[in-house]
């Protein structure tokens, strides 16, 4: 019998890595069509740049001929004038003011014009964007419901909100007088600054890989060092390196040419050595040197070596899941019921769910419309979240043990957390103190930790998305936003709460994993404080103070020098330099001073007590959360044959 049942267990085990190659091969599929489609569209739009053309209509006014409004030519803005009013325009906006020289001006050269009447409506409250202007001409009342908010006049940026994601314009703009405006939509600008990012970063790559104490490097790492690259531009004649100077600086030449001399003793010249040109470099030993930024560099170099040891899972973790996916696997919809609503969203709600041949194993169901899914074509975002909860197997984030489907809507059997809501507690309680912040900082580290080492990114880390246990511990819920992006890779997609988005992210120059600890660094400021540290009054001024940095905020005195250091190293404006995303990995933040005799191996095994423990009485004790209506709002039953994947 003993045989048998090793036969059985290897049989079971053989079928799991099946089904989980299975999923690596859907993934990477996903992720090829991905990157074939984004390929597509920049080889699109770059032919498009080349053969675009420029009319005259009736009126006099230049018209672009093509697909969209970003088929534009440098020659629309014909004018010195007009260059040179929206090039002001541009660099003394909040927002645009961020962007590199290149982007602002490649941006002039693909916004196209438009005139409008007077008493024409340019915004409309309430509706849709998805375009940013520059008034060159004229005047526009900008007004919110019946009340008038101010007057724009020429030389000015508006509406550029829309052009970072699709939103609701919060304002209505009219033309005082007849106007003239240029524009450009969402897709030309973020087509932009993603084509000017991946240009600027392969060619980085390029020059990376022709220097030889760099060949030995994984491309993981040469992709950090290239994000760390300035460029710095020397005049005919200037000296960059002095001899018997000390040095910290590596350089590549990118254009020109670099006279090379050596001067043997004071009373001699110069003899002249070499000439270096494009792709030459000098300088490199000066990394290996110890000084500030030369201990900088070397703390960027390898910083993923410590995360393998971290894919490891016992025979014994293996054997109770394997136990777990036969248990759910053979389970369907009729084995449930529902107990209560713990949570409503816009499309979705959250019910307590048990098990009516089991009465003390309870579950949360999430429950999704799936009509709304479809009309909003978020299909490939729910299956992105289903493979990475049944991938995310930590004691740190909630499980998602099975999924179901019927005419209407998607389930997600989900573990029950009846400790309730952080957001919950810190709202009742105003902040935190240290070790109570330090305890939940830790849980969410080692669940960061957990993701991040299998190429996960989270994307919207706070307070409301973590939740309690019935011991206390803090877990990690809704993957909405979370992305399988693999090691050393990137994203470009804008998503997040907006007080908790990096700056990377806003100015769309590609993001990574180190978005996530600078999401953490926020979270820290705001458990101790009790908000966070970047707000304003609507989303755009949130993110225009966001990219003034971490330095121009005031900490209130009730966060500690230490806890204040942690926050400014994890907030870093360059994610290469942010703690976390270093040599070290987040060992950098585990050994930070601010943690200094916190009891990791004790969180790891749920040993550590927590400084709250909730009180929950059983499986169907749902005290601990705020009380939610039912959705009684019922969509109508789905098509089949427009839900093209399995759930």
Same mark, same amino acid.
């Given at each position: 019998?003993?045989?048998?049942?090793?036969?059985?267990?290897?049989?079971?085990?053989?079928?799991?890595?099946?089904?989980?190659?299975?999923?690596?091969?859907?993934?990477?599929?996903?992720?090829?069509?991905?990157?074939?489609?984004?390929?597509?569209?920049?080889?699109?739009?770059?032919?498009?740049?080349?053969?675009?053309?420029?009319?005259?209509?009736?009126?006099?006014?230049?018209?672009?001929?093509?697909?969209?409004?970003?088929?534009?030519?440098?020659?629309?803005?014909?004018?010195?004038?007009?260059?040179?009013?929206?090039?002001?325009?541009?660099?003394?906006?909040?927002?645009?003011?961020?962007?590199?020289?290149?982007?602002?001006?490649?941006?002039?050269?693909?916004?196209? =014009?438009?005139?409008?009447?007077?008493? #024409?409506?340019?915004?409309?409250?309430?509706?849709?964007?998805?375009?940013? %202007?520059?008034?060159?001409?004229?005047?526009?009342?900008?007004?919110?419901?019946?009340?008038?908010?101010?007057?724009?006049? +020429?030389?000015?940026?508006?509406?550029?909100?829309?052009?970072? %994601?699709?939103?609701?314009?919060?304002?209505?703009?009219?033309?005082?007088?007849?106007?003239?405006?240029?524009?450009?939509?969402?897709?030309?600008?973020?087509?932009?600054?993603?084509?000017?990012?991946?240009?600027?970063?392969?060619?980085?790559?390029?020059?990376?890989?022709?220097?030889?104490?760099?060949?030995?490097?994984?491309?993981?790492?040469?992709?950090?060092?290239?994000?760390?690259?300035?460029?710095?531009?020397?005049?005919?004649?200037? %000296?960059?390196?002095?001899?018997?100077?000390?040095?910290?600086?590596?350089?590549?030449?990118?254009?020109?040419?670099?006279?090379?001399?050596?001067?043997?003793?004071?009373?001699?010249?110069?003899?002249?050595?070499?000439?270096?040109?494009?792709?030459?470099?000098?300088?490199?030993?000066?990394?290996?040197?110890?000084?500030?930024?030369?201990?900088?560099?070397?703390?960027?170099?390898?910083?993923?070596?410590?995360?393998?040891?971290?894919?490891?899972?016992?025979?014994?973790?293996?054997?109770?899941?394997?136990?777990?996916?036969?248990?759910?696997?053979?389970?369907?919809?009729?084995?449930?019921?529902?107990?209560?609503?713990?949570?409503?969203?816009?499309?979705?709600?959250?019910?307590?769910?048990?098990?009516?041949?089991?009465?003390?194993?309870?579950?949360?169901?999430?429950?999704?419309?799936?009509?709304?899914?479809?009309?909003?074509?978020?299909?490939?975002?729910?299956?992105?979240?289903?493979?990475?909860?049944?991938?995310?197997?930590?004691?740190?984030?909630?499980?998602?043990?099975?999924?179901?489907?019927?005419?209407?809507?998607?389930?997600?059997?989900?573990?029950? #957390?009846?400790?309730?809501?952080?957001?919950?507690?810190?709202?009742?309680?105003?902040?935190?103190?240290?070790?109570?912040?330090?305890?939940?900082?830790?849980?969410?580290?080692?669940?960061?930790?957990?993701?991040? #080492?299998?190429?996960?990114?989270?994307?919207?880390?706070?307070?409301?998305?973590?939740?309690?246990?019935?011991?206390?511990?803090?877990?990690?819920?809704?993957?909405?936003?979370?992305?399988?992006?693999?090691?050393?890779?990137?994203?470009?997609?804008?998503?997040?709460?907006?007080? %908790?988005?990096?700056?990377?992210?806003?100015?769309?120059?590609?993001?990574?994993?180190?978005?996530?600890?600078?999401?953490?660094?926020?979270?820290?400021?705001?458990?101790?404080?009790?908000?966070?540290?970047?707000?304003?009054?609507?989303?755009?001024?949130?993110?225009?103070?966001?990219?003034?940095?971490?330095?121009?905020?005031?900490?209130?005195?009730?966060?500690?020098?230490?806890?204040?250091?942690?926050?400014?190293?994890?907030?870093?404006?360059?994610?290469?330099?942010?703690?976390?995303?270093?040599?070290?990995?987040?060992?950098?933040?585990?050994?930070?001073?601010?943690?200094?005799?916190?009891?990791?191996?004790?969180?790891?095994?749920?040993?550590?007590? +927590?400084?709250?423990? +909730?009180?929950?009485?059983?499986?169907?004790?749902?005290?601990?959360?705020?009380?939610?209506?039912?959705?009684?709002?019922?969509? =109508?039953?789905?098509?089949?044959?427009?839900?093209?994947?399995?759930?």
């Amino acid at each position: 019998m003993g045989t048998l049942r090793d036969l059985q267990f290897a049989l079971q085990t053989k079928i799991e890595e099946l089904r989980q190659r299975d999923a690596l091969i859907d993934e990477l599929e996903l992720e090829l069509d991905s990157k074939d489609d984004l390929i597509r569209q920049l080889q699109g739009e770059l032919d498009r740049l080349r053969t675009a053309s420029v009319s005259l209509n009736p009126s006099g006014t230049a018209e672009v001929t093509g697909d969209n409004m970003f088929d534009c030519v440098p020659s629309l803005c014909a004018h010195p004038r007009s260059r040179e009013l929206i090039q002001k325009a541009l660099l003394e906006n909040d927002f645009m003011k961020h962007l590199e020289a290149s982007q602002i001006l490649t941006i002039m050269d693909c916004m196209y =014009p438009t005139t409008l009447a007077q008493g #024409c409506c340019v915004i409309q409250e309430g509706d849709d964007g998805s375009t940013v %202007y520059v008034l060159e001409e004229g005047s526009v009342e900008v007004t919110k419901g019946e009340q008038k908010l101010c007057t724009i006049e +020429p030389g000015k940026v508006f509406g550029e909100l829309a052009i970072l %994601y699709n939103c609701t314009r919060t304002a209505t703009v009219t033309a005082l007088t007849d106007i003239k405006l240029w524009a450009i939509d969402r897709q030309g600008f973020q087509t932009i600054m993603m084509r000017t990012g991946l240009l600027k970063h392969s060619n980085y790559m390029e020059f990376l890989r022709s220097v030889p104490s760099f060949k030995t490097l994984t491309e993981d790492v040469l992709s950090k060092v290239a994000d760390v690259l300035e460029e710095t531009h020397y005049s005919d004649g200037d %000296y960059i390196i002095r001899q018997g100077a000390t040095g910290d600086t590596f350089f590549i030449i990118s254009e020109g040419q670099v006279r090379v001399t050596q001067q043997k003793s004071a009373s001699e010249e110069p003899v002249f050595l070499s000439t270096l040109s494009r792709g030459d470099w000098f300088g490199e030993q000066n990394l290996y040197k110890h000084n500030i930024r030369s201990q900088s560099f070397k703390q960027l170099i390898g910083g993923l070596d410590n995360m393998s040891n971290k894919m490891y899972e016992s025979e014994e973790v293996k054997a109770r899941l394997e136990a777990e996916a036969a248990f759910f696997s053979n389970m369907s919809l009729s084995d449930v019921r529902v107990i209560c609503t713990l949570g409503v969203g816009g499309f979705s709600h959250v019910e307590l769910v048990q098990l009516k041949n089991d009465h003390s194993r309870s579950f949360a169901m999430k429950v999704l419309k799936k009509r709304h899914i479809l009309d909003t074509s978020q299909q490939g975002h729910i299956l992105s979240e289903r493979r990475i909860m049944m991938e995310a197997h930590s004691t740190f984030t909630v499980r998602l043990y099975r999924t179901f489907r019927d005419s209407k809507y998607l389930y997600m059997l989900l573990e029950a #957390c009846l400790g309730g809501e952080l957001w919950t507690l810190l709202r009742d309680r105003g902040s935190f103190d240290d070790g109570t912040t330090r305890f939940y900082a830790g849980c969410v580290v080692e669940a960061l930790a957990f993701l991040h #080492c299998r190429g996960i990114i989270y994307r919207d880390l706070k307070p409301e998305n973590i939740i309690l246990d019935h011991r206390g511990y803090a877990k990690l819920v809704d993957f909405g936003f979370a992305k399988k992006i693999g090691l050393g890779k990137k994203t470009w997609t804008f998503c997040g709460t907006p007080e %908790y988005v990096a700056p990377e992210i806003i100015l769309n120059k590609g993001h990574d994993v180190s978005a996530d600890y600078w999401s953490l660094g926020i979270l820290i400021f705001e458990l101790l404080s009790g908000s966070p540290p970047f707000s304003g009054s609507d989303p755009m001024k949130t993110y225009n103070i966001i990219l003034r940095g971490i330095d121009m905020v005031e900490f209130p005195k009730k966060i500690t020098k230490s806890a204040a250091n942690l926050i400014k190293r994890l907030c870093r404006d360059n994610p290469s330099e942010r703690l976390g995303n270093q040599k070290n990995g987040v060992k950098d933040i585990q050994k930070h001073k601010w943690f200094e005799g916190f009891n990791w191996d004790g969180i790891r095994e749920g040993t550590l007590t +927590p400084p709250f423990i +909730p009180n929950v009485e059983g499986p169907l004790d749902t005290s601990n959360f705020d009380c939610f209506p039912e959705d009684t709002d019922e969509p =109508p039953p789905d098509e089949e044959s427009g839900w093209d994947f399995e759930f």
